[in-house]
């Protein structure tokens, strides 16, 4: 029964590096933190030129080119993204600025015909996310939003178990995860730069991993709590960090999702208790249990288990590791943006599924400061998604 279950999981990987006569011209806007992850995979691209870096900080840029190998004077650098989208002529850029300018960078570039690989999460708000939408329909230009989990072989592994059936259909999934004691800083820890702490941080991609799996439902209500107990306590942060911290630290939700399908969801950047436990997926022929994991690294937290019914038995099948993909998952979530431009592919995370992501932590959010289950379904009505 297992080799019959597990052979039909063959796990698929991006290797393919488009040979094209000229260079794909690439612009980075924010250079901060994960801005590196960015510019070191695109420096391994024989068939990629980096053109034009961008950030607020006078001299940031200049010094993160000069750190990371590039050579300065094949780059010009700008004080914001609009001067960089004004003055350029881009395929494509990276938009990894905090959370509080993603919309308005990525739509900067839409309208200017550039296509966007744009860092998670999404927006910090849904209107924000339709906006961005629109502008990229508008745009006819591809937007992915950089889920880098969404390369590991383990994680889509997750995705082809629900599509063989074995799950039968998929009523209630439960999202575990999140960390004791975890709790970032920099721009991370205030409303005015990233607008959402752990929702949008690691929330996102715990939902992300599920809800792609599931084909991602349009969601229909949330009941969202959030809180703070940790991040502003100087017991457990560091006093300066403590001061300035505005965001949440800590956030559940039960989410309805089209075709009878709820979402029990938890996420923390520091809690009391060593983990909330395993993420659980229920369906009527079978489930899955995925160990308590971090997502964003990808990795599931060790083997999966998978329970079924076989002639009667109640079994359990624990499911092998993938090996890691070739150059790791940040260089193939570049790689993969630019191939898909470059060979008229769809966005590899296509920001229709993700807005519905997004509408989810929006919701936890403002049902958790109106105190009641709200209705996130309207906000989708007459979008072309
Ligand atoms: N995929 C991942 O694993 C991962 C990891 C960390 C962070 N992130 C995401 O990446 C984003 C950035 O995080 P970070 O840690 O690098 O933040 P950061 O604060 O270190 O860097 C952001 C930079 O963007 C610049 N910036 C902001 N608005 C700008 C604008 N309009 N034009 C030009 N520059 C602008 C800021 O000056 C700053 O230097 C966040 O949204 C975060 O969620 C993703």
């Not at 650098?77 to 993603?102: I, R, W």
């Not at 508008?138 to 059936?165: A, C, H, W, Y």
């Not at 932590?361 to 979008?383: C, H, P, Q, W, Y």
């Amino acid at each position: 029964m297992s080799d019959q279950v597990l052979n039909q999981f063959t796990p698929t990987v991006e290797t393919k590096q488009e040979k094209a006569a000229s260079k794909f011209r690439y612009g980075i806007i924010g250079t901060g933190w994960i801005a590196e992850a960015h510019a070191t995979s695109l420096l391994e691209m024989d068939d990629v030129e980096v053109v034009a870096m961008a950030d607020l900080i006078p001299g940031k840029a200049e010094a993160f080119a000069v750190k990371w190998g590039f050579d300065k004077s094949k780059i010009n650098f700008y004080p914001s993204h609009k001067e960089m989208l004004d003055n350029e002529q881009l395929d494509g850029v990276s938009v990894c600025t905090y959370n509080a300018t993603h919309a308005e960078c990525t739509i900067y570039a839409l309208n200017k015909g550039v296509n966007v690989l744009l860092e998670k999460p999404f927006t910090v708000t849904t209107e924000e996310a339709i906006e961005v939408l629109k502008a990229e329909k508008k745009s006819g230009k591809l937007l992915t939003i950089g889920f880098q989990p969404r390369m590991d072989l383990n994680m889509q592994e997750i995705k082809k178990i629900v599509e063989s059936g074995e799950l039968g259909k998929v009523y209630y999934i439960r999202i575990g995860g999140g960390r004791r004691r975890g709790i970032p800083n920099s721009t991370f820890i205030e409303k005015k730069t990233a607008g959402i702490g752990a929702l949008g941080d690691i929330g996102c991609y715990a939902l992300d991993m599920v809800l792609n799996a599931i084909g991602y439902p349009k969601p229909l209500t949330v009941s969202g709590y959030k809180s703070a107990y940790f991040g502003p306590n100087p017991k457990y942060n560091n006093p300066a960090d403590a001061k300035r911290f505005d965001v949440d630290d800590f956030a559940a939700g039960f989410i309805r999702l089209e075709g009878d399908i709820v979402v029990d969801f938890i996420t923390s950047w520091a809690s009391h208790i060593n983990t909330p436990g395993d993420t659980i997926i229920l369906g009527t022929e079978g489930a899955l249990r995925i160990p308590s994991t971090e997502c964003w690294n990808g990795s599931v937290g060790g083997n999966m288990t998978l329970y079924k019914d076989v002639a009667g038995l109640m079994t359990e099948v624990k499911l092998p590791l993938c090996p890691d993909v070739p150059g790791g998952l940040f260089y193939q979530k570049v790689r993969s943006f630019i191939n898909a431009v470059r060979q008229g592919l769809p966005a590899p995370v296509p920001s229709s599924q993700i807005l519905y992501n997004q509408a989810i932590i929006d919701g936890i959010v403002k049902s958790s400061e109106l105190g009641r289950e709200i209705d996130i379904s309207a906000a989708f009505e007459g979008l072309d998604i």
